[in-house]
């Protein structure tokens, strides 16, 4: 059924304020990975609690133990779980975003404090670390909940809600408690579709629906030799260095065509037949689409249909950095002693950080044997996530679709995702039912890059979006 | 003539004293590389200018001028000259140090603040940035002249000092001021010879005079690409990514023997003579040495003399490390968009930065174009110094040979070093004398390192063979 018109004038009445609210969430600096911000985490946790409580959801905090990062044992941060609604004769839906965000300084190259919500003068976006991903969906939710609580109407479907604070570290604990909740008596069980909101339109014009995303296998490569770092001039040539070492494993990984070099990862995965290459070319999208993002002409290749695939149904492999090297301005003549290099591989179907692990850590063994240097290596797989699809005929995804028309008058683009969300396979496997995605944000956001931003349409109108979808849900 | 007695007694009988004066000067962090450490650079000139006259010498501080780094003009920390004596029937001899320190910090693996001088509980070594570069041996000479100073006692020579804030970051302004000193009616005017303690002893046992220098040339390549940092699993094989030819390039710099892939480079170099193979051959020197040094069984070859001369006799290659990366513990996955290899390559002769500089930038464009990427390159010779060889027959060396056997009872080492100090080579050839470098430190004190240290030993008995070799060069 359509959303009551009342519903979409409310949210255009209180835009301002649901704007101040996500400025309030943006002021959190809960980032996930780094070990001093982890109070933060907890903070926004209890924050977005507080928020779900005065909406009239029913909450709790779940405790998920701790786990070691940096060596060092953390609390993770608490899941908050919500529900409301238990009517037998409607759907339930269960509702999923985070609360944690990647880091951000204004040192990385912010044009504003990247946790103060600044509005743009003349565009409006709304600029800020999570405004995007994923702090303005979480609180579109919030938006809507606050509609039917103020004005004292019933949601059209139960809902459920699990909001965790640790996707950007490889959401710790947060299988086991989907595992245990959706059991029998638990806070999921009787839930009959899922909806996520942590993901991008494919451009800045065209709402989308998401129906697959790629893993990610997330490793380090230390290579350590001397017992602290050396002057150069003393020591150079006397040596091996262990930046020499890294540098020639790290250039071993990935070619400049994007293909990956370690034996057997791009031969996991068939070659599209002509079939399903014709769904990428239907979508709305130009190489321009992505200059414009990025701001520079450097795509892989001139063809729109083979860039697409590249980010949906290829593996790519991506170099982050080095921790131990110099890193600063300036000139510091160092040997680094102790170096660390760190690089991603984001799967697609049939890959798995299980099949994947075994191959990358034997074929940098391997080719550090061939440097015949005296220093040690040691690699080691951090997080991983495994890819996903869904059936996009589902009744979720029509439900969507309808609502995507309603509020933006214009059929959605069904995609395949670059990014990982992990916790979506685990919801589809454990839970047994549809999962969709569900994106707020525009392609151009900008989501663990400098300058984060959600446009203040897709804020209001994506609010929009998430209501009618309940109503269209309830069909 | 040796030294008078009383003095070497003053020494020892002030020890602490002197210890106490160089935990002064650690504490105050004059980094020269670094933009906010700049005022500290200059305190530490006017401190070292208050102590000189405090003892008696006439001083200058020199202005030299402004230059630019990381795109800031900044002024040049001041010169500091000193002057005694000025008896025509003496030697003149200038001295030499450097006030500015490498950068230091806690976080990089110090056991201690490297800007408290902290003792040892147990060796009495004396920790702390700049303990051994470049602080401990200037103050060494402080202790000298309060000799001279508080006992009324007559120097032995006429003493010119040069002491500089930039050493550390290619000894801007220097070259200048020692030129227009050196002339006619200059405050150089005069000298009859250099002596320079700013470099360290082969191993930790023998003490050494050194007769060659290696150069430097300090290089950054710059690749850049998205006009910010992207989301790797939104934009993972779209586009060129910047890390991913800056590895490229650096991987094909050097190899894990050390040796230097920019071709023509280490082709400039001779091979060495049976002959002067034996010199290397002759030093107190062992692979245990260098291992000990550096806390592991690293060494390039387990020849000595292949080692020695690897550092002695041979340019080398380090990779220093990556701006714009992520560099962080933990697991971001970022696209950098801008990222800068840091490398330098250490020269000896006849390769000087003007010939070998066309050879790496043209090589890495090169090679750069070799990798078809969209990406933008650019490639800047940053400082550089010229490498030096002197005499070591001359009646310079000849005294300083005499007071290491007067203070330590053995004969030195006769070394080239690995490090460049490059106004080394402005003073032998501007003012056409004999340049001596009298270490102080040993082999083991890890000046650009963390945990910077200098023997209490080599500070007191360093003192003395100071003045001891003031009175040997009288003789
Ligand atoms: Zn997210
Ligand atoms: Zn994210
Ligand atoms: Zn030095
Ligand atoms: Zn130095």
């Known amino acids: 059924m359509p959303a009551p018109s009342d519903f979409l004038q409310f949210v255009d009445q209180n835009a301002d304020a649901f704007i101040q609210r996500l400025a309030e969430a943006v002021a959190i600096p809960s980032i996930s990975c780094e070990v001093p911000r982890r109070p933060d985490v907890v903070k926004m946790a209890h924050w977005l609690d507080g928020q779900l409580k005065a909406l009239g959801v029913e909450t709790q905090l779940r405790d998920l133990g701790t786990h070691v990062m940096d060596g060092v044992e953390l609390g993770i941060p608490p899941a908050v779980l919500g529900r409301i609604g238990n009517d037998p004769k409607k759907k339930t839906v269960l509702l999923y975003g985070h609360f944690d965000v990647q880091p951000a300084s204004k040192s990385d190259g912010w044009n504003t404090d990247p946790f103060t919500l600044t509005i743009h003068p003349t565009n409006g976006q709304l600029i800020g670390r999570g405004s995007s991903d994923d702090k303005g969906p979480v609180l579109g939710w919030l938006n809507v909940l606050q509609y039917h609580h ?273 916790v979506t396979l685990t919801f589809a496997e454990t839970l047994g039912v549809n999962v969709l995605l569900l994106p707020m944000g525009r392609g151009d956001d900008g989501a663990h890059s400098t300058n984060e931003k959600l446009d203040r349409s897709n804020f209001i109108e994506g609010t929009k979006l998430l209501g009618t979808y309940l109503y269209e849900l309830a069909q």
Chains 1, 2 share one sequence.
């Open 150 to 422: 103020q004005n004292k109407k019933e949601l059209p479907v139960n809902l459920r809600m699990c909001f965790e604070g640790m996707e950007e570290t490889g959401s710790e604990g947060l299988d086991d408690l989907v595992v245990k909740e959706g059991a029998k008596g638990g806070w999921f069980d009787g839930v009959d579709c899922v909806c996520i909101s942590d993901n991008y339109w494919l451009n800045t014009r065209t709402p989308a629906l998401t129906y697959g995303l790629r893993g990610i296998a997330y490793y380090k490569v230390n290579v350590s030799g001397p017992t602290r770092d050396l002057h150069s001039g003393v020591f150079g040539r006397m040596v091996h260095e262990p930046m020499t070492d890294l540098i020639q494993i790290m250039s071993k990984l990935v070619d400049t065509t994007g293909q990956i070099l370690v034996p057997g990862v791009d031969d996991m995965v068939s070659v599209a037949s002509e079939e399903e290459k014709s769904l990428y070319e239907q979508l709305d999208y130009s190489i321009a689409d992505v200059e414009e993002s990025v701001g520079a002409p450097i795509t892989l290749s001139d063809d729109k249909t083979t860039v697409l695939m590249g980010r949906m149904r290829s593996p790519s492999l991506s170099l982050h950095g080095i921790e131990g090297a110099f890193y600063g301005s300036g000139g510091k003549t160092v040997i680094p002693a102790n170096v660390t290099g760190k690089f991603s591989i984001r799967l697609v179907p049939p890959q798995t950080p299980e099949n994947v692990n075994p191959l990358v850590v034997s074929y940098i063994e391997s080719e550090f044997a061939k440097l015949k240097t005296k220093n040690k290596l040691s690699v080691e797989a951090m997080h991983g996530g495994r890819p996903w699809i869904a059936d996009h005929k589902h009744w979720n995804f029509e439900a969507a679709k309808r609502a995507t028309e309603a509020v933006y008058g214009r059929s959605p683009d069904l995609t395949r995702e670059g990014g990982s969300i992990p």
